[in-house]
């Protein structure tokens, strides 16, 4: 009995103890398991809403941050716009704050949000916050060539009156803050080629073919062919939100006078210059008109073949993203401009012909405005050597706008302007590829300015090549030198790298020289030369003291890419808020007395990526 009852006891405490276990058990899940079952649920949702938070903060940083250094205000619109169309409004449970990073090209985005937790309200915690950052910085791509409201020269204008009130007839510049100089005469044009042009006459983007031992071809085509042809940056600031701005272009028809003039109108007796040739031209024809270089000859060129260059230019808005051809079109600001070959004479002149086509009035300047020559062309009249206007236009908000240029686009004529040229063509948008049945040889040279009725709204507007341009050189004697890139601190330790395509034609050997901004500090001290430069092309390995190249000819440099690389200073530093700060300049000298006359294209990028995450 005794043995049977002591396995009854056991058997009993084993019940026993198991119901305390059960209990136990209970309790535990009740107090710890279940509270930390619902707690894991929670903490998952926050990594989830942890990483979406990043994620947008990124988005915002790089997308805001290319407003820098100019708008600040710009980059924090565009960055709360983004964190809004993720899901993060800077409203409600959201916030979203920014600011200016460790240098003024660096933007610090803040996203902070309050998550509502499922099983923490009940343990007396509603909500949890999530907040993350991202900096971005940003360095490019750089404008080209102008920190003014006026690229390439600005001659004067035609005197207003009530049949031209275009005008004005005085400079329009506006020097903006920040240490850049703006002249009315930097000694280049704008430039465009027709696409039949060989790529060894100087433009290398919008010319399809070139001939062997140019850089850059395969099998006679243009490797770098752009059949989009160039973009320049109508750069807007706050002052001219809202205000009508004017785009005007000088001489933006083609109508081949020569390099230096020399094919210009030819004078008769029965055919003179005169000052007041024209009702466009009222007081200084004979020297608008002259066949010299002076500072109304463009030096349009034709370059083999026969067939004149149309020239599209088309307006576009600002785009978050980095390439000009998103931009939405401006479709009333597009314009054509047929080129305009000579009457009668050899192919590449404009002959006397095309004269009596710009002559209104006869020889006699006593007779009246009325009495007009039959062959008269007001059309050229108005484009030839003068100022058009392009298009008003009254932007939306400040930004980057891009005035697209090319010449591979077919002439529809249409809808005349009024001015000289054809409006209402989107093709010169939306074309993305080569229409190969448009031709044209030769250059095109123009220039280009912004202007308004306020002094405050035009200096507020500046224009520039972006990425890589195409100008004309036509000077003697005297060193030119003119704004190059603009580089702003974002740089420092990295290499700014400047590609010059066939340099050289000149008649004396040519030195080019990279200078530093004009107001550029290394550790607080003014910059007067770049150092350890070095160059890729005709001239190879270090530069020595001079930051450039010397004794640059056509013989050597004809249809080559010259590169030179400069490294920028770690402590670097310029007025990188100001417009008119930051701008390398480049100085073309000749090595003895002599004539430019030379179309060139050049290029400029700071190596790595344009935005980069910076954490």
Not at 62 to 89: C, H, I, M
Request: aromatic share 8%.
């Amino acid at each position: 009995m005794s043995f049977l009852s002591g396995r009854t006891t056991s058997r009993r405490r084993a019940r026993t103890e198991s119901g305390y276990a059960a209990i136990l058990v209970a309790i535990l899940t009740a107090t710890i398991v279940l509270p930390l079952c619902a707690i894991s649920v929670d903490v998952a949702r926050w990594y989830l809403e942890i990483a979406r938070v990043q994620n947008v903060a990124d988005a915002a940083a790089t997308a805001g941050v290319t407003w820098l250094p100019d708008d600040f205000a710009s980059a924090t619109t565009t960055a709360v716009e983004v964190a809004k169309d993720n899901g993060y409004p800077n409203s409600g449970n959201n916030t979203v704050k920014t600011s200016v990073g460790a240098k003024p090209t660096q933007l610090t985005v803040t996203i902070s949000t309050r998550v509502p937790n499922q099983f923490g309200a009940a343990f007396g915690v509603p909500w949890t916050t999530v907040t993350r950052s991202a900096t971005a910085d940003y360095n490019g791509p750089a404008p080209m060539g102008s920190p003014c409201n006026t690229f390439g020269n600005e001659p004067a204008g035609s005197s207003p009156s009530s049949v031209d009130p275009r005008g004005p007839n005085t400079s329009v510049i506006v020097t903006p803050a920040g240490g850049a100089s703006c002249l009315p005469n930097p000694q280049f044009w704008a430039a465009i080629a027709g696409p039949e042009t060989l790529k060894g006459y100087g433009d290398q983007y919008m010319t399809r073919s070139c001939a062997s031992g140019t850089d850059g071809c395969t099998n006679g085509g243009n490797d770098d062919f752009n059949p989009e042809g160039y973009f320049y940056v109508v750069r807007v600031g706050t002052a001219a939100v809202n205000q009508p701005v004017t785009l005007q272009l000088y001489d933006p028809a083609w109508v081949g006078t020569g390099d230096a003039c020399g094919d210009a109108p030819t004078v008769t007796s029965g055919l003179p210059l005169r000052n007041n040739m024209n009702p466009y031209t009222t007081t200084d024809g004979t020297t608008r008109y002259a066949k010299a270089t002076n500072s109304f000859c463009t030096g349009d060129v034709l370059n083999g073949g026969s067939t004149p260059i149309v020239t599209s230019f088309g307006l576009r808005k600002p785009t978050d993203t980095y390439q000009p051809d998103k931009g939405a079109p401006i479709t009333t600001c597009v314009r054509q401009y047929p080129g305009f070959l000579q009457a009668s004479g050899t192919p590449d002149k404009v002959s006397t012909g095309t004269l009596a086509q710009m002559k209104a009035k006869p020889s006699d300047p006593t007779q009246p405005d009325t009495n007009t020559n039959s062959g008269y062309n007001d059309a050229l009249a108005k484009l030839f050597h003068q100022w058009v206007n392009f298009c008003t236009f009254t932007p939306d908000k400040a930004g980057d706008y891009y005035l697209q240029a090319r010449t591979n686009v077919a002439l529809d004529t249409s809808a005349p302007d009024g001015n000289g040229g054809y409006g209402g063509n989107t093709d010169v948008f939306t074309q993305e590829d080569d229409d190969t049945s448009v031709g044209g040889n030769g250059n095109n040279r123009f220039a280009l300015r912004v202007k308004s009725g306020s002094t405050a709204v035009t200096g507020a507007v500046s224009i520039a090549g972006w990425q890589n341009m195409s100008i004309y050189a036509n000077y003697s004697g005297a060193p030119q030198i003119f704004n190059l890139v603009r580089t702003i601190p974002a740089a420092q330790t990295k290499t700014l790298n400047i590609h010059f395509f066939d340099i050289g034609d000149a008649t004396a050997p040519t030195s080019v020289t990279v200078l530093p901004p004009l107001d550029a500090k290394v550790n607080g001290t003014p910059l007067a030369s770049f150092s350890g430069c070095t160059g890729s092309g005709v001239v190879n390995g270090s530069l020595g003291t001079t930051c450039g190249v010397s004794g640059a000819t056509s013989g050597s440099y004809n249809g080559k890419v010259q590169t030179v690389s400069v490294p920028i200073p770690d402590t670097y530093t310029c007025n990188s808020t100001q417009s008119g700060g930051c701008w390398v300049r480049v100085q073309l000298k000749l090595d003895q007395a002599g004539d430019t006359t030379d179309t060139t294209t050049w290029s400029a990028s700071v190596d790595g990526d344009p935005v980069r995450m910076i954490k």
